[in-house]
T-cell receptor
Framework: NAGVTQTPKFQVLKTGQSMTLQCAQD?????MYWYRQDPGMGLRLIYY???????DKGEVPNGYNVSRLNKREFSLRLESAAPSQTSVYFC???????????FGSGTRLTVV | GQQLNQSPQSMFIQEGEDVSMNCTSS?????WLWYKQDPGEGPVLLIA?????ELTSNGRLTAQFGITRKDSFLNISASIPSDVGIYFC?????????????FGKGTKLSVKP
């Protein structure tokens, strides 16, 4: 997963707490994505960013916000965490073309 | 939203056996991808299929893009313990300008040593 750094790797939150998941790239790709992975559900798109300064909702955006202040970083924020947001979160990049999708190693979030 | 139906959900096989899994969709897609996810890691691309009817190999892995463009299968020959993991099919979402991937729910492969 070189080129995509996700932090933190693990996090436990109490219901109602807030936190920001960070994703940083050194591959100079325009498109960045946040997915969540739940058991038996595959990966589902939360938000994406086609370029610096632009973001848009994916399939499951409720309860999340994102920020793409520069080309390198794409952050995912949970304003008031809920147990339903317990999941593994993956950041992904695309340079265009199908072989250009790279995934980070994930953030495992538990909300109690 | 668009869905990919992947089967089987899980399988246990004896080392050395061949494995087959497939993915279907009610919609036509112009490309199909197969990913593998090891425990604690993100998905890694195994095979990409760009043309209907195409059969592509990567070592012991062989994947085919269905002629109807609505399905694909992945075969693993002579399985070994390191084949353990979750295998996902995926297609590119052409709706709007997202360019994201749509994933199947995965096939969890466990190998009996």
């Amino acid at each position: 997963n070189a080129g995509v750094t996700q932090t933190p790797k693990f996090q436990v939150l109490k219901t109602g707490q807030s936190m920001t998941l960070q994703c940083a790239q050194d591959m100079n790709h325009n498109s960045m994505y946040w997915y969540r992975q739940d058991p038996g559900m595959g990966l589902r798109l939360i938000y994406y960013s086609a370029s610096e300064g632009t973001t848009d909702k994916g399939e499951v955006p409720n309860g999340y916000n994102v920020s793409r202040l520069n080309k390198r970083e794409f952050s995912l924020r949970l304003e008031s965490a809920a147990p339903s947001q317990t999941s593994v979160y993956f950041c992904s990049l695309s340079a265009g073309g199908l072989r250009g999708y790279t995934f980070g190693s994930g953030t495992r979030l538990t909300v109690v | 939203g668009q869905q990919l139906n992947q089967s089987p959900q899980s399988m246990f096989i004896q080392e050395g056996e061949d494995v087959s899994m497939n993915c279907t969709s009610s919609s036509i897609f112009n490309t199909w991808l197969w990913y593998k996810q090891d425990p604690g890691e993100g998905p890694v691309l195994l095979i990409a299929l760009y043309k209907a009817g195409e059969l592509t190999s990567n070592g012991r892995l062989t994947a085919q893009f269905g002629i109807t463009r609505k399905d694909s299968f992945l075969n693993i020959s002579a399985s070994i313990p390191s084949d353990v993991g979750i295998y996902f099919c995926a297609v590119q979402n052409y709706g709007g300008s997202q360019g994201n991937l749509i994933f199947g729910k995965g096939t969890k492969l466990s190998v009996k040593p």
